[in-house]
């Protein structure tokens, strides 16, 4: 059964990995080669990932084709989206929060590899789906 505590014990993993990663590379690259690392390290550590998935989006009833698309999914639960960039702005933020919507997915957690302390540049999110899962297996 999924519960907030599985998933939050997910998240820690996660971010455990990126951790390893901007340790192993430090600072300053694209994102492009921050999500191929990550990717390894989940994959390394027995995670189900998948990459750049296209996230539907329907308008009015309408199915539109739109070229939208998040970083990673670990184990079909957790959206990671990743940056690289000197300032994160509150649209990233925004952006997370509508993936999870649209996915019906219980947490996100936004990454930017462009710092000295990864762990301080963390938002982790969460919303109605997560809000609605059992605390622990009862």
């Known amino acids: 059964m999924i519960t907030q505590n599985y998933i939050n014990e997910l998240y820690y993993r996660i971010v455990g990995c990126a951790i390893e990663v901007?340790?192993?590379l430090g600072p300053g690259l694209l994102e492009s080669i921050y999500q191929k690392c990550l990717?390894?390290?989940?994959e390394l550590k027995g995670?189900?990932?998948d990459e750049q998935i296209i996230i539907p989006v329907s308008y009015k009833g309408d199915s539109l084709d739109c070229d939208l698309r998040l970083d990673i999914l670990v184990e079909d639960l957790v959206i990671v989206e990743l940056k690289s960039v000197e300032t994160m702005l509150p649209i990233y933020k925004a952006q997370l929060l509508t993936y999870m919507k649209l996915l019906k997915k219980p947490?996100?957690?936004l990454i930017n590899f462009n710092t000295e302390?990864?762990?301080k540049d963390l938002v982790p999110l969460v919303n109605e789906y997560f809000s609605i899962l059992p605390k622990q297996n009862l």
């Open 22 to 24: 901007h340790k192993e």
């Open 39 to 42: 990717l390894k390290e989940l």
């Open 47 to 49: 995670f189900e990932v």
């Open 107 to 109: 947490k996100g957690l």
């Open 117 to 119: 302390n990864i762990t």
